[in-house]
């Protein structure tokens, strides 16, 4: 069970687990419920350069599009192909099993709270 | 439709974030909501996915009441009707339900509608809710020379709709419904008066998303008694609500137009395939005659079934170009076909290019993803002896 206020959170939707120099991306349980069933998911490839608050994958709904961003600068170190072969991850553990990408970061830039991301959902 | 106790106004004031008279139920039942025409309809009430599979294998729930519902009534009626709207309204038999358009004098599409004769000299036109105020008016100004009065009965009225191949089960299955006609010997866009707990009901054979399936039109304040015994009785058979995004995959699988994609009042019927709704054999004038008479232009851009490999879906928007990089048209609706496991979509593309060599290609953000044209629809159901399907109405 993931500790989510142990997480940081992006205005992006996006959530981050910090361990060392590594950081656990995906996207939250708000942002899969927006999207709807979730049937692709594409990610970059592991040792891509990434640069915080660039486009580097995306993840389609039946209904809709929406774009996965780099909260930090840094390089991917590892991608969860289970989520790109069973897109319907994100939906039903957008926490655990959903999880998109690690990246090995430089540098952390300021992120939210769990408490201020819930109050930038209003739940 | 039921009697109204009285025709009603429009009142546009009243048309921005409207609510269902079912809303609690779906709130209750967890949906999330959309904007919908100014209306908060539900969206999807857990997985849209599992929503749009429960129609194609069993049985969903849909709460369309934000649909409009115009009356036209009067000796004049079917011959008002005729002049109104493209297709010949008065050869449908009472009971009978008919797939027409609503043309302006260009000829273009001012709405899709479906028409019910509920009665020898009543019809029911269920129009768009984004057209409400439109189909009514032009309806109005057309029926001004006839004998007929012409009410819009949007607000009375809620209308569900039980789709899928356990659809006739569930409604047969209904607490309190006496139709008038047994609704198995119902073929496909026939519809039957009845009671609904001694309340009038509609029920017709009818839908929108490729199934077997009935809509059910009763006055507002039965609408929810309606839904709980629909659930009820739909218990044995799986029944799920079902939300607005199910409903569009599932027409779109079904190659059926929505107003504001592939309909509008810049396309003529011919663009849209829908030129057999154009009656010009019957008598008399009608809105959009002439005009569909003299038919589009050579070159103009006609409506296609696209199909790719992959994942990725070409979406309302994209789009789609020529072997040499040309853009030769644009998609109106796309998705990833939940019940074909391909990218499926809806455009309009120039006639011209679709024989040139070299394929056609769909730009999905950047990347060119080839297609095929295939003809509509995408999905077609078993065919039963019961689904007899109306011509003009499938495509």
């Known amino acids: ?123 | 439709m039921p009697d109204p106790q009285r025709p009603e106004p429009p009142d546009p004031r009243s048309d921005n974030q409207r609510l269902s008279p079912l809303h609690q139920l779906h709130v209750d039942a967890g949906a999330s909501f959309t904007d919908f025409a100014g209306w908060q309809m539900p969206v999807r009430y857990s997985s849209d996915l599992a929503e749009h599979h429960a129609v194609r294998t069993s049985v969903g729930l849909f709460d369309l009441s934000h649909m409009a519902e115009i009356i036209v009534t009067g000796p004049d009626a079917a011959r008002a009707l005729d002049y109104a709207l493209a297709g010949k309204i008065s050869d449908i038999a009472i009971s009978q339900v008919k797939y027409s358009l609503l043309l302006t004098p260009d000829g273009g599409i001012l709405d899709d509608v479906v028409v019910y004769r509920t009665h020898k000299n009543r019809y029911g036109v269920v129009a768009n809710a984004s057209n409400r105020f439109a189909v009514a008016g032009a309806l109005a100004a057309r029926a001004a020379e006839f004998d007929v009065t012409v009410f819009d009965e949007s607000d009375g009225l809620a209308l569900l709709a039980v789709q899928g191949p356990d659809s006739l089960a569930v409604v047969e299955n209904l607490e309190g419904l006496e139709p008038v006609k047994p609704l198995r010997e119902l073929g496909y866009y026939w519809s039957t008066m009845g009671t609904y707990h001694g309340n009038e009901i509609m029920v017709g054979r009818t839908g929108y998303t490729g199934e077997d399936g009935f809509e059910l039109y009763v006055r507002v304040e039965h609408g929810e008694r309606l839904w709980r015994e629909l659930m009820a009785a739909g218990a044995a058979y799986g029944i799920v609500p079902a939300g607005l995004a199910s409903r569009d995959t599932l027409r779109l699988e079904a190659g059926m137009p929505l107003y504001g994609h592939e309909l509008g009042t810049d396309i003529l019927p011919a663009q849209a395939g829908l030129s057999r709704v154009v009656n010009l054999k019957k008598d008399g004038d009608f809105v959009g005659r002439e005009a569909t008479e003299a038919g589009p232009p050579e070159d103009a851009r006609v409506l296609v079934g696209l199909v790719s490999e992959g994942k990725r879906a070409g979406r309302a928007g994209y789009g789609v170009y020529s072997a040499d990089d040309r853009e030769i048209g644009v998609i109106t609706s796309g998705a990833l076909s939940p019940t074909l496991g391909h990218p499926i979509a809806m455009a309009y593309v120039d006639s011209l290019a679709l024989s040139e060599p070299g394929g056609i290609f769909i730009d999905v953000r950047g990347t060119r993803v080839a297609a095929s044209v295939v003809p509509l629809p995408f999905y077609k159901r078993p065919t039963t002896r019961t689904q007899t399907t109306e011509k003009g109405t499938e495509q």
Do not use: Q, R
């Open chain 1, 1 to 123: 069970m993931t500790d989510l206020a142990a997480l940081k959170y992006t205005a992006e939707h996006e959530w981050v687990l910090v361990e060392g120099d590594t950081a656990t991306i995906g996207i939250t349980a708000y942002a899969a419920g927006k999207l709807g069933d979730v049937v692709f998911v594409e990610l970059p490839s592991v040792g891509d350069a990434i640069t915080e608050g660039t486009v580097i994958g995306e993840i389609e709904s039946t209904k809709s599009v929406g774009e996965l961003f780099a909260p930090v600068n840094g390089t991917i170190s590892e991608t969860n192909d289970a989520v790109v072969d069973s897109p319907e991850l994100v939906n039903s553990d957008p926490f655990g099993a959903g999880w998109m990408v690690k990246v090995t970061f430089t540098e952390l830039p300021a992120m939210l709270s769990a408490a201020e991301y819930d109050a930038l959902v209003g739940e």
